[in-house]
DNA sequence: TATTGTTATACTCTATAACTATA
DNA sequence: TATAGTTATAGAGTATAACAATA
């Protein structure tokens, strides 16, 4: 199969040119944007998620997590409340300071985002969507 | 936007699965897919390619074929040419051995592909190729 | 003066194993 | 015994700058 066919070449390149286009584009926020997936995680619902969910969902090691988790929490946009169910576990919640940097960022990401995907239109944007997401199996 | 609905996490994720699991499939043949994908480059023209072309094709920094280079030469899949038009340059061409493992490798990393990209169609799959294609604006 | 390949360096990302505390 | 979080470490991937040889 030639390379400019090969799905998973295509598929590692578009991401490569994405993500450095996204973090170009987040630099004035502070974030990464593996940062910036956590804390978005972590902003959504009000009791915060697992680090455990965290890294399910994000497909990143557990370990990976807690020094992104370190990373928001010194910064004062995440803290890790206890989980009032399991004592093990640690929820992960953003800050009101946290929230207002999610909105800004969000802004910054879309951006940098579609410097690289303006080329397609809105649908087939979602139509890549829609296909990368069965690919993803992303959970809840 | 809803991470599950960030084409751009979804591509990074998408893009590290496949990765992943092509990696685990080529292991027996001693390559990576970035390595994979040098040597397919080079073993498609009789002459081959300069290592400048290369690092534009695959978006890596031309230091960053320098060494994948120096891996496959090591190993005896490519060898470097001198460039008859240009003495700068040097060619990247795949030896016969490089052409036997290259086609082992495809089959490999094939499978590995597929292991997470089955769950779409033939069809969804060439929409994807063709979507992910004009966000690549793969050159030659 | 600009470009090709190279070397060196640092940073980010990924992968593993081992440890602790709780379940 | 199993799981959540943590620590440590090594390897792979990415990004920059500087240099020699050639254009």
């Known amino acids: ?16 040119l994405v993500v450095r286009s996204t973090n170009a584009a987040l630099a004035d926020s502070g974030l ?3 940062a910036y997936s956590v804390l978005e ?6 009791g915060g998620r697992s680090q455990r969910v965290l890294a399910e969902v994000l497909g990143l090691d557990p370990s990976q ?7 928001l929490s010194s910064a004062g946009l995440v ?7 399991d004592g093990r576990a640690k929820l992960v919640a953003g800050t009101p300071r946290g929230r207002q940097v999610l909105e800004q960022a969000a802004a910054l990401a ?17 139509t890549l969507r829609s296909l990368l997401s ?7």
């Open 1 to 16: 199969m030639a390379l400019s066919e090969d799905l998973g070449f295509l598929l590692s390149r578009a991401s490569g």
């Open 110 to 126: 879309a951006t940098g985002q579609q410097e690289q995907l303006s080329c397609l239109s809105a649908e087939e944007q979602a």
């Open 79 to 85: 803290e890790r409340l206890p989980s009032p169910t």
């Open 41 to 46: 995680l972590a902003c959504i619902p009000p």
């Open 32 to 34: 990464r944007v593996r």
């Open 65 to 71: 997590v807690v020094q992104l988790v370190d990373e």
């Open 134 to 140: 069965r690919v993803v199996q992303f959970p809840g």
